[in-house]
């Protein structure tokens, strides 16, 4: 499954500098839900520092997702089940990244 | 308010999240769109009226302020009341104190040079080397308008109309490309000096607090120089919750209404305003994003540094957190922040003017008694510097000793001194 994750206000930092992703997410009988995207982003592309992008299983409060340019609140936050080629959008509104 | 015993029919006492079914809402303005974004605990917008929401808010708290000018007439009835000022945008380059390289100071400053050649205003990319290049009066507070409260708030409305209408298009460009500076030239020894001046402070909470005092010099100093009369900081309201408790913290509670209010009249001349307080940065973050607001991601002083490295790094991480539990935090912060008002000392032609700290240029605050908590924070300095000397010293001396157990004296800055 196809996905395209953005990153912005910072937050590209943890990930070397590059603000955008395309990214192919292993098959899996079950969808992805974003719980388990932020489990594998921690997993397969934070390269330094995943306190600062991730507290516990959500993202650090701070942090805002959008999924398909609007509010992943609107969507259900971690349980919002991921389909094919969805954008996903995290913004860093921290001064410590 | 919340009892452990007691039985609230299972609602859950510690958080204030009110569960309620959020898939595929509706505008809660024109019930209509769907929704993109909900803010604060339970409002949702639609992209088009989230995008009047916002600009409606900012009209909103220009004109209640009364500080910033609108056109009081329009040309038509039809047509929405302009604002009509003429802005300038300041960008300060603290690369040298937040340790960037020259190469990336100059790469964004170059990506921000042409987003502000985009908007055709004037512009100011200033490096901030060139404090150390400013007259000294910029320590001294200038005269301010001695009637505040402005009936020639209409006077000047009028004039500034009738100014307007000499102005051509083509004129007004020509002559804002060529205001526009970019003077991000710096000498080696000014370079050096910020470094040396940076390097030199122990603590990341000095060094933040100084680059902000550094910042706000040049910027009063480019805003006289030029002939502004207003600076529009772009400080949210999250922002300025955080502030506010890391200033309290700072000991800076005699200035808070200054330093987080609407508008801060400390320089006299030039007046600091705060249109941005009533957004929260998510509302910041959500339309820059959707109304393509181009930004540049620049590293600061705190970037990426751990939670408990300076006392303004700890209260963001502190607000913030308990921000996402309890979702009114920031709302009753700026809240309380806006029931402080700056008072203005009554204008006497005889009496002398109030000293001003040379740092900040706030009225000092030194000249209190001993009931005091300035006079506290003395005490508290004087003991914590205390040379181990005399045994027969009691207590402070004592506590100073437990901590000298190395047998070597304290030095001239103190063991126990604290640096903060």
Known sequence: ?97 | MCQVEEDYNGLECKQEKIPVPTLNRKCMKCKEGTAVLIIRVNDSFCRSCFKEYFIHKFRAMLGKNRVIFLQEKGLSREAPKKLRFVPGIIYIDDGGACGRSAEERQRSNALLKSIFTETGFTYFIVSLEQVFSLPTSVLVPGTSDPDPSNPSYKQAVDQYIKEKQTLTEENVASAVAQLSIEDSAYSPEHKLALERLFSSMKTLTAKEDMLQTLRSHLILHIARENGYSKVMMGDSCSRLAVKLLSNIALGRGAALASDTGFSDPRYGDVVIVRPMRDYSSKEIAFYSRMFNVPSVFISGLDTQTHDKTSIQRLTESFVTNLQSDFPSTVSTIYRTSEKLHTVMPPQSQTAEPASKCLLCLCTLDTKVDKASAFHATLVSEQLSQIKLQDPSLDAPAQSAEQCCTEGQGCGPGGCCSSNR
């Open chain 1, 1 to 97: 499954m196809l996905s395209k994750l953005k990153l912005h206000g910072g937050a590209e930092l943890l990930f070397d500098g590059v603000k955008n992703h395309h990214v192919t997410l292993p098959g899996q009988s079950d969808p992805w839900d974003m719980k388990q995207l932020l489990a594998w982003i921690r997993g397969n592309m934070l390269k330094e520092r995943p306190e600062l992008f991730m507290q516990g299983d959500t993202v650090r409060p701070g942090i805002l997702v959008l999924i398909n340019d609007a509010d992943w609140e609107l969507m259900g936050e971690l349980e919002y089940q991921l389909q094919d080629q969805d954008n996903v959008v995290f913004i860093s509104t921290l001064h410590g990244g």
